[in-house]
């Protein structure tokens, strides 16, 4: 094994969204950084996750305006086809762009960037392509991976991942979604915008279970009038395929087969542990066990984003990396992730930030619920994106917020504003002294606080 001359003050393991700001924010704090990415920079967020889904519901989002221009008085001819090929090419265009504009960020950083899969020696430096680099510490940000299940028949080619339905060059007749997650909800209703039949398992009582059972009922309804089939309580048991591998046959326990084209699985994701094959560090259920300054059991090693399991959300992984970064670097600092706001870019979207009702209910004896839907709202009317509500947990002692709780068109920007609120802590009425643009959407946000108080004004008295 060779030895590149080199002694860095960092070495990052992985060029996603929190091993990226990793390297720059290290270079950044005067460091010799070095960065290692065995695939493509940006990770699954860039290339297989974030932006290629949106892009894909993007279209989901004209297909809908299109069929609703008419209500508006424009007359287009409603009919309408998919090009995938083309709907591929501009996703690609989009990736390619911000791929691109990750590894010139690390060059502007004076950052030493290596192609190849970076694994921790037992001497505790960094071997990439039979070299070893020197360093003074490591940040691994390796991530994670699409989570298979145990199941005869699950590694048939007819069952992809969300990694290979990015680059579909197809629109399947019948597509299976197993898992109505985050990533099953918005593949599935990419695809069933696209013109596939779409049926969506979920093993438990509804979708997106992480979320507020009032934006798990919105979005089924929304989903269910797309034309989405949802089966709720199936758990597979078995994937079958066809004769000539012309279809695959799902099998359930307790329930009758369902036959499909192809599945997505997407059951959630497990970490990328590559970096520490070498080496022992203490995990907990695959996951890599960090403080809140990243430190791990190793105190010459850090672990950022997916790979720790903390908050599996991109942002969340940039705000670690950087955390990492500075202490890395000699800094001090632990990293918050107690308020992250979460998204589903669905058409409309989901946004949630806090506690749900649920959490809430468990957690505080007095709470009071505020509800504003969209329907009331002028801009919303304006527009004629009247689906969902914005909805505030509030602890009724305290009059503070708990949790938000949105369904509806843009919702994912007003959840930045609701996480701002949960941030600086201020009791409800005085939240009502920030004054919010007319007409606008964000208003159902004052409207929601207001009521979830008693103090609304544009609801009818109780
Ligand atoms: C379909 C889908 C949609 C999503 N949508 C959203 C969304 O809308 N919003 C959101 O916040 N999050 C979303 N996520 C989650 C988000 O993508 C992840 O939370 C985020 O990418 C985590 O960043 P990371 O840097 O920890 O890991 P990753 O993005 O997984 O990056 C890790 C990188 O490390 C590299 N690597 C791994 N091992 C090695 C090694 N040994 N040597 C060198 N390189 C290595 C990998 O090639 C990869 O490039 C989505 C995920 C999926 C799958």
């Given amino acids: 094994m060779g030895s590149l001359n080199q002694n860095y003050d960092v070495i990052v393991i992985g060029g996603g969204p ?23 920079f940006g990770g699954c967020c860039l290339n297989n996750g974030c932006v290629p889904a949106k892009a894909f519901l993007h279209n989901t989002k004209v297909i ?7 209500e508006n008085g424009i007359i287009v001819d409603p009919t309408y086809s998919i090009d995938i090929n083309q709907v591929m090419k501009n996703k690609k265009k989009i990736v390619d762009k911000l791929v691109g504009g990750v590894k010139e960020l690390l060059e502007s950083n004076n950052v030493d960037i290596f192609y190849g899969e970076g694994k921790i020696t037992k001497e505790k430096d960094v071997e990439v392509n039979g070299n070893v680099l020197k360093c003074k510490k490591i940040i691994i940000a390796s991530g994670s991976q699409v989570n298979k ?23 399947p007749k019948k597509l299976a979604v197993i898992g109505g997650g985050v990533i099953g909800v918005e593949v599935g209703q990419a695809f069933s915008s696209f013109g596939s039949d779409v049926f969506i398992i979920q ?56 036959e499909a084209d192809i599945a997505l699985l997407s059951i959630g994701r497990k970490c990328d542990l590559s970096p520490i094959e070498h080496i022992e560090l203490e995990l907990n259920r695959g996951k890599i ?24 959300l991109a942002h969340a992984a940039f705000k670690m990396g950087e955390i990492a970064a500075i ?25 949630t930030v806090g506690l749900t009702e649920d959490e809430a209910r468990e957690k505080y004896d007095n709470i009071s619920v505020g509800k504003f839907e969209f329907k009331d709202n002028p801009r919303a009317l304006a527009t ?13 002692d305290t009059k503070k917020i708990l949790g938000f709780h949105l369904y509806g068109f843009g919702v994912g920007e007003i959840i930045n504003e609701c996480s701002v609120l949960l941030n600086v802590d201020l009791e409800v009425p005085k939240i009502l002294n920030i004054l919010h643009g007319h007409p606008t959407f964000g208003e159902a946000l004052y409207e929601a606080c207001a009521h979830s108080v008693g103090l609304e004004i544009n609801l009818p008295k109780k």
Avoid: W
């Fill in 18 to 40: 929190s091993g990226y700001v990793a390297a720059i924010k290290a270079s950044r704090l005067g460091g010799k950084v070095a960065i290692i990415e065995k695939k493509k």
């Fill in 64 to 70: 809908k305006d299109l069929k609703r221009a008419k």
């Fill in 149 to 171: 299940i145990n199941i005869e028949g699950i590694d048939s080619e007819l069952v992809l991942t969300s990694d290979d339905i990015m680059s579909l060059d197809y629109i």
């Fill in 203 to 258: 093993r438990g009582d509804r979708i997106i279970p992480n979320m507020d059972k009032d934006i798990s009922e919105a979005l089924r309804q929304t989903l269910e009038e797309d034309g989405l089939t949802i089966y709720t309580d199936y758990s597979l048991c078995k994937v079958e395929e066809k004769e000539n591998k012309e279809g695959i046959i799902l099998h359930f326990t307790d329930r009758e087969p369902l």
């Fill in 289 to 312: 066990v960090v403080n809140d300054k990243m430190e791990t059991s190793d105190e010459k090693i850090y672990a950022v984003g997916d790979v720790n399991g903390y908050k599996m």
């Fill in 327 to 351: 202490n890395a670097m000699g800094g001090e600092e632990g990293v918050d992730l107690s308020i992250v706001p979460a998204n589903i870019y669905t058409v409309p979207e989901c946004g």
């Fill in 384 to 396: 004629g994106y009247t689906e969902g509500f914005v909805k505030v947990v509030t602890n009724a």
